[in-house]
């Protein structure tokens, strides 16, 4: 793999305007990227979770890369953020689940959201990678819609008690906090808490092995039944979860669509290497205009997604130094939303190209491409389904009253 986009890091400096701290940022990414290529592809191989990815990024120092300094981590802006997941994500869209979930759902919310209290107590350890987040709004009969959501909790003399269950969670099994949404029992809006994982009545259901893809990411079904969570780990104001839930899936979002344009790199890599040296019909199958007619798509596609990723970057960066701004929110939603959209798909039909690059091979899951191929369609899902992603760049074109899901 090479480093960062096909270029060195004295470039991506010029070009961004990067400091001297963002550029350690990214030579650490580099360098832990090269560290879990061979760990990701054998755990990949044999369908398994990986379970190096965690110690490769703590040993790194990049489990806490978006927080703040005075918490312990290396407080980068989203660009230098996008700029780490885009390098990560050339080992796969595994890695690139685990850190966004940790990094852009459970830390910044907690550090967008959280009391002074939550944030010295939460943060620090997250940093170091002594705490992992993982991000429960999915229920079973409530993805796209959070107003399905079932998890309820009641009050009681110590904080809450919560039960119900969450389904596709990433993270989920090898979490020690669960970022949860749940509704009151006996009323109506949606509260999110810090939930330690340790606490009696939280359990994993069952690890979901049985995925077409993302073997090496961690996907679990929990239950939580009467798991009591004190006052204090309430996050943000009660009955305005939902404000916490989809301030972090614009993080997430652009976290995602940064992953997605490392699968792009790395395919494009793998078919250049692939097609130069495999020879049919008496020359390299790059010579072959068929083929490329694929290597144009993926470079086309890398290019036109990578801008739509840093402008919402770059709009998220201008939000952060504003959050009272509701015009600076919208459009790092939008954005957020427009770089995920067409990222996500840009990385599966790249990948199905460099997979009808390989040929045969291209189909075996041993190829360095089928991995790629499995796993990018998730991200058409997760975190915003293609739909979901159009009716709100849609609403946000056409104004809030023609939503279609109101």
């Given at each position: ?362 189909y075996s899951i041993m190829s360095p491409v089928a991995k790629h191929f499995l796993d990018s369609r998730v991200a058409r899902i997760y975190e915003g389904t293609d739909e979901i992603m159009e009716l709100k760049i849609a609403s946000s074109v056409l104004g809030r009253e023609f939503e279609a899901y109101r």
């Amino acid at each position: 793999m090479e480093r960062l986009f096909q270029s060195s890091v004295d470039e991506v400096t010029r070009l961004l305007g990067l400091a001297k701290p963002e550029v350690s940022v990214l030579e650490d990414a580099d360098a832990a990227a090269d560290e879990l290529v061979v760990s990701e592809y054998e755990k990949y191989v044999e369908r398994k979770f990986n379970p190096e990815v965690l110690a490769v990024l703590k040993r790194h120092d990049l489990m806490g890369v978006p927080v703040e300094e005075k918490y312990g981590g290396r407080g980068a802006r989203q660009l230098v953020e996008s700029l780490t997941l885009e390098r990560l994500g050339q080992t796969g869209m595994g890695v690139i689940t685990f850190a966004d979930v940790h990094l852009c759902l459970g830390s910044l919310a907690i550090q967008d959201w959280g009391s002074d209290e939550q944030k010295e107590r939460y943060l620090p350890a997250a940093a170091k990678g002594e705490a992992v987040f993982a991000y429960g709004l999915t229920e079973p009969e409530a993805g796209s819609d959070p107003a399905s959501l079932r998890t309820s909790y009641v009050k009681d003399g110590s904080g809450y008690r919560l039960t119900g269950s969450k389904y596709l969670i990433s993270n989920g099994s090898i979490a020690t906090n669960l970022i949860a949404f749940a509704r009151p029992a006996d009323g109506k809006g949606i509260t999110a808490f810090i939930v330690d994982t340790k606490k009696k009545g939280f359990s994993v259901d069952m690890r979901l092995e049985e995925k077409i893809g993302l073997f090496t990411s961690d996907t679990s079904l929990l239950t939580l039944d009467d798991v009591q969570v004190s006052k204090e780990d309430l996050l943000g104001v009660e009955g305005k979860g939902l404000s916490v839930a989809y301030s972090a899936l614009i993080n997430g979002r652009i976290g995602i669509g940064s992953g997605c344009l490392g699968v792009m790199e790395d395919c494009l890599n793998q078919v250049k290497e692939r097609t130069t040296t495999r020879v049919q019909h008496g020359k390299e199958i790059a010579r072959h205009q068929l083929i490329q007619k694929h290597v144009a798509f993926i470079e086309s596609s890398l290019e036109s997604c990578r801008w739509l990723d840093y402008r919402a970057a770059i709009k998220k960066d201008e939000y952060d130094k504003d959050r009272t701004d509701p015009v600076l929110r919208a459009d790092a939603d939008r954005l957020s939303a427009v770089a995920k959209y067409m990222s996500s798909r840009s990385a599966f039909e790249s990948a199905d190209r460099a997979v009808q690059c390989f040929g045969g091979f291209g189909y075996s899951i041993m190829s360095p491409v089928a991995k790629h191929f499995l796993d990018s369609r998730v991200a058409r899902i997760y975190e915003g389904t293609d739909e979901i992603m159009e009716l709100k760049i849609a609403s946000s074109v056409l104004g809030r009253e023609f939503e279609a899901y109101r």
